[in-house]
C-alpha cells in the first residue's frame, strides 16, 4: 500500500494461481479444489449500455441443474461496466435470498471475470485502490460483492457474449434474442 511501506501492493498479475472464487485472501488456496466439484445451481449475469444516456441495463438467470428457476432485469445509472457489475451483485443477492451457498456464476465480462477471480481479493487488501494508486471503478458495488461471497462457494466461468460463446450470459443484449429479454422491452 503506497501509504504503509510494510503492507506490499500486489497486482493480478502476481496472483494467478485461483481458478475458482476465493472467499477471503486466506481461502484461495482451499477454494481452488471446488473446480472439480459439480454445482448444481448456476447464475449467468449480463450488463448493457444502450443510446446516448447514463443508464446500464443488467439481467440474470439463476438455473438449477439447467432448469430456470428465476429471470431478473433492471436499469442502473453509470457505463456498460455499472450494467455488468450490478447484474453480478443483483444475482448473488439472489443467491443469498434463496440461501444458496455453491453456485457457477458465468459471465461474458471479462472485467467482472477477473475481478471475481482475482482482483477483487488484491483490492480489499490494497483498499480499493488499483496498483496505480488510484481508486477502483464502481467501489460501492465491489464492497457489497465481497461481502456476499464470503458466504458463497463460487466457481467463475467467462464466456465470450454471443453466439461465439454461451448465450445464456447474453442476458441482455437489447434483442431479446437470448436469456432475459431487453431491459427496455416488454416482459
Known amino acids: 500500500h503506497p501509504e504503509n511501506p510494510t503492507k506490499p501492493t500486489r497486482t493480478a498479475k502476481e496472483d494467478r494461481s485461483t481458478t475458482c472464487l476465493p472467499r477471503s485472501p ?4 482451499t477454494a481452488e479444489k471446488t473446480t472439480q466439484e459439480d454445482y448444481d ?3 449467468f449475469t449480463d450488463g448493457s449500455r444502450k443510446g446516448p444516456d447514463d443508464t446500464a441495463y443488467w439481467g440474470f438467470i439463476l438455473k438449477l441443474k439447467g432448469k430456470e428457476q428465476t429471470r431478473q432485469r433492471g436499469k442502473a445509472p453509470g457505463s456498460a461496466q455499472a450494467g455488468e457489475v ?3 451483485l443483483e444475482g448473488l443477492l ?3 435470498k434463496r440461501k444458496i451457498k455453491r453456485a457457477k456464476i458465468i459471465t461474458d465480462s ?5 475481478a471475481l477471480k482475482e482482483d477483487l481479493t488484491i483490492w480489499e487488501e490494497n483498499g480499493y485502490e488499483t496498483a496505480k494508486g488510484k481508486k477502483v471503478a464502481h467501489e460501492d458495488l465491489w464492497k457489497k460483492i465481497a461481502e456476499l ?3 458463497l462457494d463460487l466457481e467463475r466461468m467467462a464466456v465470450q457474449s454471443g453466439s461465439n460463446g454461451d448465450p445464456r450470459a447474453t442476458a441482455i443484449n437489447g434483442t431479446g434474442k437470448y436469456g432475459v429479454p431487453s431491459a427496455k422491452g416488454p416482459r
Open 26 to 29: 486466506q481461502e484461495s488456496a
Open 41 to 43: 445451481w448456476t447464475l
Open 86 to 88: 450490478t447484474a453480478v
Open 94 to 96: 439472489e443467491l443469498e
Open 110 to 114: 471479462y472485467y467482472c471475470a477477473q
Open 149 to 151: 461471497r464470503m458466504n
